[in-house]
């Protein structure tokens, strides 16, 4: 009988396979951590040599979406000191730099070489494709633990074995050579045993194969118990591109760590087939552009016998899609009159292009209609972000399920805390009208900038990054000179510009209720958004509404707002978002929505 080098329990022969070269290897599976690995453990010489071939498959820095970065730039300040154990990038050590946090990357198997570095000397450790490559896991983690900070970060990223993904391939995967396996019910026991916390875990299908990424703090009390699992689904590409908009990634990631203080631990999937065996319920962030993906996602959940609650974000693209199609022709047109004269029947909603109009109920590559009637069909319980959003579901969709209302909302630990004074010795401007979200048809800021042209009296900031050249050149091309275009600001400095602003526009074609909108209104904004969707159920006599069609509606609101903004309407904005939208008034209306779907309560 052999016993698992890592627990010291029982293990049981699960197969054999070849290593080219090196003969036969049993493979044994702990019946009590579940770490499946190689029995004999390889020797240094054969564990470099895989380690090598594994690194060169898996990249050491994705440009696109790396979570290191992502979490550094979430949970650290300036001047952070970050441990990186797993293969090196110049790439990496650059991105870091450019935050202005100090990394520091090592390349080994052996726990030793962490002894050159003092006792709580990192803010955050990554360990990085490399824990199924360490033979003496305890001692290595011990020595994490010893270098990093008290409620420093410790994150791992390692192949995920129990995915749908993996779990079909089980043979290829060990004669691949990888020495060892690692599932979540073996991270969370390292994590239990080492750091004292239960971390969230991140699952995704990406580079051909499934990876889980742990992310939890270093502890010093004993680990909390929890009185329900959630997994969290998310659409694929949610966390595929660094700088796209972080509203969605930051509803999810705020939603899931305010519900932690509540007793509630909460993983995100981001696969197409996830599984979902274990979790008390399910509940998944639906994208509505996407509705294949749910349906993906809810018919894993549902083979898995787990009740599904969906936050629907339903918006309808009728018009935006009309829109995304026309718009950019229009401000190409020339003529100042012929221009004007055709935005004044976009205004008033009867533009027409081609065979395409503007009325049109729907209009849309595919039509999603069906599928997203299916995929509310199949859910226990949907939660919307307004009474608006569960009206316009049972209009156009004819489905009325069971429903909660949980509005969107914003960490007050962050805005409206904040003072301006950073944003404004780093700009040198205050008192501005501010425009923060993905720079995209969508959002419109193209309109908000012609509307505002003839004002460059009122300075104007942008800020959001862009996937689209020709839109982000619009934008320019019709800007007044006071007007900043900022790609992207970390959260803290995003607080400071909001309380540094008048106004926040967001004139949006399409909206779910937007986040930024919130935030800026947290920080005493006045907000300044489309009478599309649900915004006067949140902003009431506080907000100002335009037509998002409409130079002139955009105009007048904005204008207005701006020259009627005192500190005194600061203040009572401040103060309602804040008595309203905050995250823990978000999560307990979420723990009720658990609670009745599962039909048993979870104390708040």
């Known amino acids: 009988m052999t016993k698992c080098r890592y627990c010291g329990s029982r293990t049981v022969l699960i197969k054999k396979v070849s290593i080219k070269g090196e003969g036969y ?7 009590g951590c579940s770490l499946t690995d190689f029995h004999p453990f390889p020797k240094l010489a054969l564990l470099k040599e895989l380690l090598l071939m594994h690194q060169e498959k898996y990249p050491a820095y994705d440009d696109s979406f790396d979570w290191r970065l992502f979490f550094a730039r979430r949970y650290l300040i300036d001047g952070s000191r970050v441990l990186n154990i797993g293969a090196e990038s110049r790439s990496l050590a650059a991105a870091f730099k450019k935050e202005n946090i100090d990394l520091i990357q090592i390349n080994t198997m052996d726990p030793d070489t962490m002894e050159s570095f003092s006792d709580g000397e990192f803010d955050a450790v990554f360990v990085w494709d490399i824990l199924s490559f360490i033979k003496h896991i305890k001692h290595f983690f011990r020595q994490v633990r010893r270098v990093l900070k008290k409620e420093g970060y410790i994150s791992i990223r390692d192949r995920d074995s129990m995915s749908s993904l993996n779990i079909n391939r089980e043979n290829d995967n060990f004669a691949s050579g990888l020495p060892s396996f690692i599932n979540r019910k073996f991270l969370l026991r390292v994590y239990k045993d080492v750091f004292h916390e239960v971390p969230h875990c991140f699952t995704q299908d990406v580079y051909s194969d499934s990876t889980i990424v742990a992310l939890g703090k270093s502890s010093h009390e004993r680990v909390r118990d929890y009185s329900m699992q959630v997994l969290v689904m998310v659409h694929h590409f949610l966390f595929s591109k660094l700088e796209d ?5 930051g509803r999810v990631l705020n ?12 993983d995100v999937s981001l696969s197409l087939k996830p599984r979902a065996k274990g979790y008390d319920i399910v509940h998944i962030f639906h994208n509505a552009w996407e509705t294949q993906d749910g349906l993906s996602q809810m018919v894993s959940a549902k083979a898995d016998n787990v009740k599904v609650i969906i936050s629907t974000i339903y918006m309808d693209p009728s018009e935006t899609n009309f ?5 950019k022709d229009i401000f190409k047109i020339p003529g ?7 935005l004044s029947v976009l205004a008033h909603g009867g533009l027409r292009a081609g065979n395409l109009k503007q009325e049109m109920r729907f209009y849309a590559k595919w039509n999603i209609e069906e599928d997203q009637k299916a995929l509310l069909e199949m859910s226990d ?13 049972s209009l156009n969709l004819d489905r009325t399920p069971p429903f909660s209302i949980v509005y969107n909302s914003a960490n007050d630990e962050m805005f409206g805390i904040k003072g301006p004074e950073e944003f404004v010795a780093k700009y040198g401007i205050r008192d501005f009208v501010v425009a923060a979200g993905h720079v995209e048809w ?23 990054a862009s996937s689209d050249d020709e839109y982000a050149e619009l934008c320019r091309l019709w800007s007044h000179k006071n007007t900043i275009f900022i790609s992207q600001l970390k959260h803290r400095h995003l607080a400071s510009a909001f309380s540094a602003a008048r106004v926040h526009a967001q004139p949006s074609w399409i909206e779910g209720i937007s986040l930024s909108s919130i935030e800026a209104a947290m920080c005493g904004c006045t907000p ?20 998002p069609g409409s130079i002139d509606s955009i105009k007048r609101a904005v204008l207005t707002a701006f020259h009627n903004h005192t500190p005194e309407v600061r203040s009572r904005t401040s103060a309602y978002i804040k008595d309203r939208y905050t995250f823990k008034n978000a999560v307990e209306m979420t723990i009720d929505a658990y609670n009745s779907t599962i039909g048993r309560t979870v104390k708040k």
Do not use: W
């Open 323 to 327: 829109v995304i199609n026309t718009i």
């Open 245 to 249: 908009a972080t509203g969605p990634r």
């Open 255 to 266: 939603t899931i760590e305010m519900l932690d203080r509540y007793g509630v631990k909460a």
């Open 528 to 547: 300044v958004v489309a009478d599309r969707a649900g915004e006067i159920e949140y902003y009431s006599h506080l907000g100002y509404y335009a037509n």
């Open 336 to 342: 100042r009159d012929e221009r004007h004269a055709v």
């Open 442 to 464: 969508r959002k419109n800021q193209l309109m908000l900038l012609y509307a505002l042209r003839e004002y460059p009296d009122i300075p104007v900031i942008i800020v959001g």
């Open 381 to 393: 319980r949907i939660i919307c972000f307004s009474h608006t959003e569960m009206r316009q579901i």
């Open 25 to 31: 290897f049993n493979v044994n599976a702990c019946t």
